[in-house]
Every structure is written in structure tokens, then in C-alpha cells.
């Protein structure tokens, strides 16, 4: 069994025991066995291993969990967004531009994408990435989307019900039924999460909670696009349905944040339905930011997530939503920074990852900085020194 130290790091977030609510630890050491991590500990006490990582002084945090990208797609929709920025609103219609180019591609293609995206996430610190299907919309291009998202991540999405394709467009319901029936049998080999895009133009409640009911009843857990474009009925049913993930929530009512209150955990460790917070699709979309204040303050666990697609929101990049939630949604720097890595872990209902405590998997980003702070006071500077995934350097 091989041991790897990783030492002299100058300030450690471990989002465990420590100070304050990142659980900062200083001039601290790592030591992973296996892909996990077996002890934390002052520098000066470390144990012995058979390698060591100098972190030379700088921030050690874990590894951002994104828990929200739809990565398997062809194409790309930069003209739309040349539109938004002169002043056109978004409306999700692109949808449909995606799911044409999604159809016409091979499997090489959108396998190719997909690692690219990864993969460039990977290089700013990603070491979890949930990914989505939702731009084939017929069974064999959902279950290809699914199949080819598996090779890349444990955290697969199920979301045929992303948008109702063109050729069901006078027969939603014929569309639900495909969706619950042979879709959901094509993909649920393939996921581990459904999801629905419960929005005006998109599927009402009655559709959303039908196509998730049956998820659910197929083993799959719940998460669902909720509040996004306006305010309606989408973050309730999420709670209703326990739902891991209620996500976007830029529309929110009073009877929403305490709908999500209420999901509390009784011993004060936050929801357990999470709000999670996309601020990259209001930047490229142009859109009000949500109130994550509101939520913070009302108690609800946040999360923030990518939302990387062509359409809304094509960053991979969880610095600079980290960056953006501090500035724009005035999160402070601690705060985002728990929200892209334990608060992501909470979405995906997972307890190894967005921590660095002993057990958690060894999965960390090494800073090119002293602080976790630069992540928002340096946007957009590439802060990424060195991530290790499973205790190894992918
Ligand atoms: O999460 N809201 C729905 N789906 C995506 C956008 C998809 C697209 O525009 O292609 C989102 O923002
Ligand atoms: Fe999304």
C-alpha cells in the first residue's frame, strides 16, 4: 500500500472540524492511502509516507464538485449569445437548435465533447461533474447520451424532459408518456438521477411530477431545473418529491425558501433538499441573480454548479462561479467556496467528496495562492496549480 503526504499547505479548507465554517486548518498536511484521505494534521506532526506533494505554503481545498452540467451535445450557439448581449431575452427555444445538431452527430463526436468539457473542467478544479442528458429526446439518442456521459462520470442525469421536441410539439402528453414509458427504460441503466425542466414553455407540474414519479419509482433519485425563467410551482414540487436538488431558483416566492427550510435536517446540518444556485446562466443569459442571501439566511443549503450547456451557460469553469456568486450574490468568499464543494457533495447526496476529512476520497486542488480567498478576489486568473483526483494526479 503506497502513502502520499501532502504537506506544507499553508491553509487547508477541509469543510470539517477547524476554524470557521471552512474548517481552516494552517500549516497542515494530507495524508492519503488508497485514493482517501487517513489523516489531517499539523505539517510539523505528519507521519511518514512513501511520497510526499509539497504544497510549498499555498491553499489546499477540495476538489469543486459540479453538480450541475449538460455536457453530452454537438454544436454551439454563440450567435444566440452575440444576440442576448444586443439586447434579445433568453427563452430555452435554442433548446431545440441543440437537439438537432445532438441527432445528427456520431457517437464519436459527442464522446469527443464531452472529454473535452471534462476535461477542461478537470484543469480548473472539477474533480466531481454530474452530467445531464437532454439534447437527444428520443430513446435511442437519450440512452446514447446517457451511455456515452457514464464513461465520464459516476453522477449521470436522466432529462428527456428538457424540452417538448418539435415533433411532439401539438402532443405534450404523448411526449410525458414516451418520456415515463420506453425512455425512461432505455436510460435508467445509464443514470442515477431524473430531472425535469419544470418552466412555462417547458412542462408544467402535473408532466414534471409524472415523468419524476416514475423515475423515482425506477430507482432513479430526484433533482429538477425549477424557478429559472420565472416564478411557479417548480421548488415545491421538488420538495414534495425529496428531491436532492432543486435547481436555478432565480424566481423565488416566500412559500418557496420556506418550503425548502422546512426540509431541514433536525440536527442543524442544513436541508436536505438543496438550493443550487447556476450564477453562470444569469451572467450569459444577462438575468437578475438569484437571492442567495435569502436562502442562506432562511437556513437552506446552497450549492453552486456550472449549468455548462451551449445555450445558457457554456463556462466550465467553477472558479469563476465561485467569483461570481461573491460579487454578484453576495456570497462571501467562505461561503461560495463551501457551496462549490461540500454544498455540491449535498446535492449529489454524496459524504466522500467536497471534504477533506479522514475517509473522504483524496480528491483536492492545490492553489497558486496562500488563501481560498483569491479564488474570488483574482476572477478569472487560472489560481489551478495541481488537482488530484482519488489521490492521484490525473
Ligand atoms: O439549465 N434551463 C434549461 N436548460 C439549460 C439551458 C439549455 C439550453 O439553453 O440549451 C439550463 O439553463
Ligand atoms: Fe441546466
Redesign the pocket.
Known sequence: MSSLLVDNIGELVTNGTGEGPLGIRRDAAVLVEEGRVVWVGPSAYAPAADRRLDAGGAAVLPGFVDS?A?LV?AGD?AA?FAARMAGEP?T?G??R??VGATRAATDDELRATVRRLRGEALRQGTTTMEIKS??GLTVADEARSLRIAAESSTETTF?GA??VPAEYAVRPDDYVELVCGPMLAAAAPYAKWVDV?C?QG?FDVDHARAILAAGQAAGLGVRI?AN??GPGPGVQLGVELDAASV??CTHLSDADVDALAGTAHSDGSGTRTVATL?PG?EFS?RSPYPNARRLLDAGVTVALAT?C?????YTSSMPFCVALAVREMRMTPAEAVWAATAGGARALRRDDIGVLTPGARADLVVLDAPSYLHLAYRPGVPLIRQVMRNGVTP
Open positions: 450541475h449538460h451535445f450557439r444566440e433568453y430555452g435554442g433548446i437548435t441543440t437532454g439534447y432529462l428538457h424540452v425542466f418552466e417547458a431545473h429559472q425563467l435547481d436555478h447556476l446562466a443569459t449549468d450547456n451551449p445555450g445558457s451557460s
